[in-house]
Nanobody, 125 residues
């Protein structure tokens, strides 16, 4: 299922930073864990980061640990992905996703209940 999610990506040089925001409208995601996934050209979609409903726990793919940070503002129905020290291999279409689970999160694509539309992030070398 899709949800309306306004996401803004962009073009940035290697070493730079970018913050993705997924502001979902039309429904509340109370009780949902929120995730970011990405899909690079010619590759399968992969897990990037997840945050539990109350924001107490986060998890990351090894490739982004220490560089990316996921957070959420439940009052604004918004989830963020702060991306620092970007590398050309971070170039991909990034997707926001939601999983109905008030207690934990999952890195599994098939476990997501809702998906937002993707946004292109391009990191130039």
């Amino acid at each position: 299922l899709m949800f309306s999610c306004s996401v803004w990506g962009g073009l940035v040089q290697a070493g730079g930073s970018l913050r993705l925001s997924c502001a979902h409208s039309g429904r509340t995601f109370s009780g949902y864990a929120m995730n970011w996934f990405r899909q690079a050209p010619g590759k399968e979609r992969e897990f990037v980061a997840a945050v539990t409903w109350l924001g107490g726990r986060t998890s990351y793919a090894d490739s982004v640990k220490g560089r990316f940070a996921i957070s959420r503002d439940n009052a604004k129905n918004t989830v963020y992905l702060q991306m620092n020290n970007l590398k050309p291999e971070d170039t991909a279409v990034y997707y926001c996703a939601a999983k109905r689970d008030p207690y934990s999160s999952s890195p599994t694509e098939g476990a997501m209940d809702y998906w937002g539309k993707g946004t292109q992030v391009t990191v130039s070398s």
